[in-house]
């Protein structure tokens, strides 16, 4: 199939974008990578009348420090997220995360904050943002500029925090520092394919101790979930894999996931059963 027709725009600057969208924000929408966008349309379950391709907006694009935190800009493709220059465990993280991100053609045209904004559960982006409290700072012609904790931004299927009228532009992630240990697993039918059940974490361990416990997981629910019961049998305690599998457990008994054509609500706990270890790290002596 083909897209319905629509009217195509392309700001030269942010300004000109916000400027496109705010004139019809409830029938416009927004191009970057157009890797979940496009397909929808072809499949006419996306009928926009205007769409506003930001690619050639300056500004919007790359990734940079800012104080304690790490600034990623929503047009940074995954395959640069794959391949970026940070050092310690976000940079290894965004590494091992964006390597799942479906085949390196969709790496190499598919974006990071359009991964966020299309908000599917099993995203690695979104999961990665709930993980470590990403704030997503977006811009509206009306309403000038806002932040948004992920623990607000994601709120259903396919359903954001965001107004029809306003744009992504950045997500920042905490800078962590050498004592955590941070990692992604997952389970999906094929490579390339959505997990049905995904598990990222990032564990602060210091002198043998969890001072800091943080595990999200994807497919358990309409978006992704912060394992807080997993969280609670870590923190505090003396790494150990007996320590791990007990969290495991832990996050396993306290989800409620859904059931579908991929699997039942008991093999899904049994996935996060299996994964939440694997995201911690195999070798949990350090």
């Given at each position: 199939?083909?897209?319905?027709?629509?009217?195509?725009?392309?700001?030269?600057?942010?300004?000109?974008?916000?400027?496109?969208?705010?004139?019809?924000?409830?029938?416009?929408?927004?191009?970057?990578?157009?890797?979940?966008?496009?397909?929808?349309?072809?499949?006419?379950?996306?009928?926009?009348?205007?769409?506003?391709?930001?690619?050639?907006?300056?500004?919007?694009?790359?990734?940079?420090?800012?104080?304690?935190?790490?600034?990623?800009?929503?047009?940074?493709?995954?395959?640069?997220?794959?391949?970026?220059?940070?050092?310690?465990?976000?940079?290894?993280?965004?590494?091992?995360?964006?390597?799942?991100?479906?085949?390196?053609?969709?790496?190499?045209?598919?974006?990071?904050?359009?991964?966020?904004?299309?908000c599917?559960?099993?995203?690695?982006?979104?999961?990665?943002?709930?993980?470590?409290?990403?704030?997503?700072?977006?811009?509206?012609?009306?309403?000038?500029?806002?932040?948004?904790?992920?623990?607000?931004?994601?709120?259903?299927?396919?359903?954001?925090?965001?107004?029809?009228?306003?744009?992504?532009?950045?997500?920042?992630?905490?800078?962590?520092?050498?004592?955590?240990?941070?990692?992604?697993?997952?389970?999906?039918?094929?490579?390339?394919?959505f997990?049905?059940?995904?598990?990222?974490?990032?564990?602060?361990?210091?002198?043998?101790?969890?001072?800091?416990?943080?595990?999200?997981?994807g497919?358990?629910a309409?978006?992704?979930?912060?394992?807080?019961?997993a969280?609670?049998?870590?923190?505090?305690?003396?790494?150990?894999?007996?320590?791990?599998?007990?969290?495991?457990?832990?996050?396993?008994?306290?989800?409620?996931?859904?059931?579908?054509?991929?699997?039942?609500?008991?093999?899904?706990?049994?996935?996060?059963?299996?994964?939440?270890?694997?995201?911690?790290?195999?070798?949990?002596?350090?």
């Amino acid at each position: 199939m083909k897209p319905s027709p629509f009217e195509y725009v392309r700001p030269r600057d942010l300004a000109e974008a916000l400027a496109a969208i705010a004139q019809d924000p409830d029938d416009s929408k927004i191009l970057a990578g157009g890797q979940s966008l496009i397909p929808m349309m072809n499949f006419r379950l996306a009928r926009p009348a205007r769409l506003v391709d930001v690619n050639r907006v300056p500004g919007l694009a790359g990734l940079a420090a800012d104080g304690d935190r790490v600034r990623v800009g929503t047009l940074t493709r995954h395959h640069a997220m794959e391949h970026n220059p940070l050092p310690g465990p976000l940079g290894d993280l965004l590494r091992r995360a964006a390597a799942h991100v479906g085949h390196l053609p969709i790496r190499t045209r598919g974006t990071f904050g359009g991964s966020i904004a299309h908000c599917d559960a099993a995203s690695e982006w979104c999961l990665v943002a709930r993980l470590l409290d990403a704030e997503m700072t977006v811009r509206s012609q009306a309403r000038g500029t806002r932040v948004i904790p992920a623990a607000d931004f994601f709120q259903a299927v396919f359903t954001t925090a965001m107004a029809p009228d306003e744009i992504l532009t950045s997500i920042a992630l905490p800078a962590l520092d050498e004592h955590y240990r941070t990692g992604i697993a997952e389970f999906a039918r094929r490579a390339g394919d959505f997990a049905i059940v995904a598990a990222t974490a990032a564990v602060r361990v210091e002198d043998g101790l969890v001072t800091e416990a943080r595990i999200c997981l994807g497919g358990v629910a309409e978006v992704p979930v912060r394992a807080d019961a997993a969280e609670r049998v870590l923190l505090g305690e003396r790494w150990s894999p007996e320590l791990v599998t007990a969290a495991a457990e832990a996050a396993a008994a306290d989800c409620d996931p859904p059931g579908d054509a991929h699997g039942d609500p008991a093999y899904r706990r049994d996935l996060v059963r299996a994964l939440v270890p694997r995201a911690l790290g195999l070798d949990v002596r350090r």
